[in-house]
């Protein structure tokens, strides 16, 4: 069984960090998609960041330069640093990982989710 588990939330002041980890149980963060999403209440869900099947790493327009992606694979851990911190990032922050298929492929569809954890920002 899968299991996703996001630690690092909490609350900081605007300009500030935070570092989210994602661990995972039955699963290894290796050639399938593996990101960041966030949702504030009456929005939808949306995607923050991203390490393609390619290995490549994409961010959000609203994020880009501020927040990096980043897998500790003899950890098996997916984390996310968030500098220079802005009172809209405030949401609950979801890591995600796309199940693999018979290798090379993937099944295109985000398969695992986390519980979520808060991160707020206060001006």
């Given at each position: ?8 939330g ?39 960041s991203v ?7 994409v ?19 997916m ?7 802005k009172t809209?990032?405030?949401a609950?922050?979801?890591c ?5 298929q ?17 991160v707020?920002?206060?001006?």
């Open positions: 069984q899968v299991q996703l588990a996001e630690s690092g909490g609350s900081v002041q605007a300009g500030g960090s935070l570092k989210l980890s994602c661990v995972a149980s039955g699963y290894v963060f290796s050639r399938c998609r593996r990101g960041w999403y966030r949702q504030v209440p009456g929005k939808e869900r949306e995607l923050v390490i393609t099947d390619q290995g490549k790493a961010y959000d327009d609203s994020v880009k330069g501020r927040f990096t992606i980043s897998v500790d694979n003899g950890q098996n851990t984390s996310l640093q968030m500098n220079s911190l809209e990032d405030t609950v922050y979801y995600a990982a796309e199940a693999p018979l290798h090379p492929y993937c099944s295109g569809s985000w398969d695992y989710w986390g519980q979520g954890i808060q707020t920002v206060s001006s």
